[in-house]
């Protein structure tokens, strides 16, 4: 499950895309700034295979590469951060 977080002070549009799952809902959806919610701000995702993520602010667009099914990504108006699955772990454990 890909987690997005919205700090970027107003509501960004995002859409997670792969060639490795299938189904799924595709497009882009609103993710609002703030605290996230998991009706809102997570996509199922199969964790073997990498996807992109595009994430769209205003008339600005960012691709974020190699995304697995796990990670966070935090998104601020300037840049954005990938918390992959392998640092989620070891602050988990």
């Given at each position: 499950m890909v987690w997005i977080g919205n700090d970027a002070l107003e509501t960004i549009?995002?859409?997670?895309s792969s060639v490795h799952t299938q189904g799924?809902?595709?497009g882009f959806f609103p993710v609002e700034p703030g605290?996230?919610?998991y009706a809102t701000n997570h996509w199922q995702r199969n964790a073997t295979g990498t996807e992109n993520a595009v994430i769209r602010l205003g008339r600005t667009s960012v691709?974020?590469?190699d995304v697995l099914g796990n990670d966070f990504?935090?998104?601020?108006?300037?840049?954005y951060l990938k918390v992959?699955?392998?640092v989620q772990?070891?602050?988990g454990a």
């Open positions: 549009s995002v859409s997670i799924g809902a595709t605290l996230g919610s691709t974020v590469p990504l935090l998104i601020y108006s300037d840049t992959p699955i392998e772990a070891f602050f």
